[in-house]
């Protein structure tokens, strides 16, 4: 469990494989990776920038062989597109505005301006405090050369 708790590299021991988890599939990585650790090529092709651009056609992206990107992208745009028609049902902005507080919350007072109550409790600590207090004054007192 430990054996890579210091995994920055720095260490000099080898940071062994866990036993009972398998290789991740390609599919699953952030990066996918080919057989020699370097990237794969999937960058987008200029050609498909420059669509995005609007300095380009749909159909010189396509001429790049980029069929895939194109389609892909425009997908994305008539998802987007359907997302900003979207409302918000009636009743579900009904709830809303009817959850919300009528009138503006009151300010709340200062502490010098509460109610001051004591209960027991308080009453035996403030009592407590101020015997101690007083004996530790008179034993000062009573210690001081005269």
Same mark, same amino acid.
């Given at each position: ?10 260490? %000099? ?39 995005? %651009? ?24 008539? %998802? ?67």
């Amino acid at each position: 469990m430990f054996h890579d708790l210091h995994s920055d590299g720095l260490g %000099d021991g080898q940071k062994g494989k866990r036993p009972g988890q398998p290789e991740r599939p390609l599919a699953d990585r952030e990066v996918p990776l080919d057989g020699n650790g370097s990237m794969q090529s999937t960058a987008i092709a200029d050609a498909v920038h420059a669509w995005l %651009d609007g300095e380009a056609t749909e159909s010189e992206a396509r001429r790049a062989d980029s069929n895939r990107e194109v389609d892909f992208w425009k997908r994305l745009d008539e %998802d987007l597109a359907a997302r900003r028609r979207l409302r918000t049902p009636a009743h579900l902005q009904a709830q809303i505005m009817n959850a919300l507080p009528m009138h503006a919350p009151v300010v709340i007072t200062p502490w010098w301006k509460r109610e001051f109550v004591v209960t027991p409790t308080s009453a035996i600590v403030a009592a407590t405090t101020l015997v101690v207090a007083a004996a530790a004054a008179t034993a000062f007192v009573l210690r001081l050369p005269h």
